[in-house]
């Protein structure tokens, strides 16, 4: 029908370039009893695009309004995780994770095994693939003590002790005899567990601190207030001991 403006061609093969021309034929009518076939028209090409899925999901949590751009095949863009869009050959797509998500915040993408840590990322499509942003418990260090006010001899041992949240292996520790004015190390690297027994310096002071920093990192915290380092004194059992013995014997012997 030369009337048609067009032809819908089923069967062909993704990524297989095709060559098109259009020739028009009239058959024999009562006018003119022969068939006339026209010249062919200018030749034109195409590729049948294929179309691949991207996955869009979050970890350890769901739900992430995620920006995505330009919208699909099926005019899909933005989406909640987890959720799928198709693409065809070639297209460029730009997700955006928002910075943090139930009390979370936003590390990296991990695209097709590949971390990336930029929020908005670019993805050609030239396959399946799976785009996935990663969310963390954020870090945060607190000391409990020496936190301020307290007062700890000189020489003897103490316990520093401080909490973490989110991922942190080593921290380092530090103390300062000056209000923080400058700063010496107890230990460069040791494991972040929590506790750590030190014995103090033998000079006094009250304008002691104490920091912790995460090693490789930037989470920190300082005593909250300045302690005392007093004169060395006697370990509590010690004393306990040297008391009980006293009493004793009246004081009459040592």
């Known amino acids: 029908n030369k009337s ?60 992430v309004s995620i920006t995505a751009s330009p919208a699909d095949s099926n005019a899909d863009g933005n989406g909640v995780t987890n959720f799928t869009r198709t693409y065809t050959y070639g297209s460029v797509v730009s997700l ?49 003590a020496p936190n301020g006010g307290e007062q700890w001899g000189a020489t003897n041992t103490q316990s520093i002790t401080w909490s973490t949240t989110g991922v942190m292996d080593n921290v380092k520790l530090e103390y300062s005899l000056n209000n923080g004015s400058s700063w010496n190390v107890i230990e460069a690297v040791t494991a972040n567990d929590g506790t750590f027994d030190w014995t103090l310096p033998g000079n006094q002071t009250s304008l002691a601190l104490v920091r912790v920093t995460e090693v490789g990192g930037s989470t920190t915290d300082n005593s909250n207030a300045v302690f005392t380092i007093t004169a060395a004194q006697i370990p509590a059992a010690q004393r306990t001991a040297l008391i009980d013995f006293y009493n004793s014997t009246n004081g009459d012997s040592w």
Do not use: C
């Open 4 to 63: 048609a403006s067009s032809l819908e061609i089923t069967g062909l093969t993704p990524g297989v370039t095709y060559y098109f021309v259009v020739q028009s034929e009239t058959d024999p009518f009562s006018g003119n009893t022969n068939t006339v076939t026209s010249d062919n028209s200018t030749e034109v090409s195409g590729v049948i695009l294929n179309a691949f899925d991207l996955n869009v999901q979050s970890t350890p949590v769901v739900g």
């Open 96 to 144: 955006t994770a928002p910075a943090d998500f139930d009390g979370k915040v936003f590390d990296h993408w991990l695209v097709n095994g590949i971390e990336d840590a930029q929020q908005s990322i670019n993805i050609t499509m030239d396959n399946n693939k799976t785009a996935q942003a990663v969310y963390i418990v954020p870090k945060s260090l607190t000391i409990t």
